[in-house]
C-alpha cells in the first residue's frame, strides 16, 4: 500500500491487501443459502435451453442435490410447464416463496406471480432485469447446493446485465 493510499481503489493501480474492490453483486436474501449457480445460455432461441435446465435440475436432484431453478426468462417462461406447475407463488414477512415440484425442485418463474400464467409479457428492458435481480433478493431459496437459471435467448438485457465479463 502506498504512503499517499485514501482507500479509494477504484483509482489506484496499485495491487496491495489492502485493496477494496466495489462489488457489483446484488445480496442474496438473508433467508437464502445457494451454493453453486449454473447459467444455461444460448445466443438463440428455441434451441433447448429450458429443457436442458429442467433436466440438469431434476438429474442434480435425483443425486441428493437440492436443487432449484430460477426462470429468467420473463418474456417466455416455460419451467413451470413442464413441471405441470399451476400453483401461484405466494409472499411471507422475509420474502417471495418458490413452488416445489414434484420432484422437490425449487422454482420461481414470472407466470407463478402472474393472474393468468399464459398472459403476454411485453416488458422491455429495466423492466425485466428488475425482475430477475427480484428473483435472486427477494425469494428465500431455503438451503440450495445448485440453482440453474434458464437464461432468455440471445444476448439481451439479461445476458448483458448479468454475464457481461
Known amino acids: ?7 479509494e481503489c477504484t483509482s489506484c493501480g496499485e495491487e496491495c ?11 442474496l436474501n438473508e433467508q437464502s443459502s445457494v451454493k453453486k449457480v449454473i447459467a444455461v445460455v444460448s445466443g438463440k432461441g428455441g434451441v433447448g435451453k429450458s429443457s436442458i435446465t429442467s433436466m440438469l435440475a431434476v438429474t442434480a436432484q435425483r443425486n441428493g442435490y437440492n436443487t432449484a431453478i430460477l426462470d429468467a426468462d420473463v418474456t417466455g417462461p416455460s ?18 416463496l418458490p413452488i416445489k415440484s414434484s420432484t422437490g425442485i ?37 438451503d440450495i447446493d445448485y440453482m440453474f437459471i434458464d437464461m432468455p435467448p440471445g444476448t439481451g438485457d439479461i445476458s448483458l446485465q448479468y454475464f457481461n465479463p
Do not use: H
Not at 477494496?20 to 446484488?26: V, Y
Open 1 to 7: 500500500m502506498s504512503e499517499d493510499c485514501n482507500k
Open 17 to 27: 491487501s489492502e485493496r477494496n474492490e466495489a462489488s457489483f453483486l446484488e445480496k
Open 79 to 96: 419451467i413451470p410447464k413442464i413441471f405441470g406447475i399451476k400453483t401461484k407463488a405466494y409472499a411471507n414477512d422475509f420474502g417471495l
Open 106 to 142: 425449487d422454482i420461481m418463474s414470472v407466470n407463478l406471480l402472474l393472474e393468468n400464467d399464459t398472459d403476454p409479457v411485453v416488458w422491455r428492458g429495466p423492466i425485466i432485469s428488475g425482475t430477475v435481480k427480484q428473483f435472486w433478493t427477494d425469494v428465500i431459496w431455503e
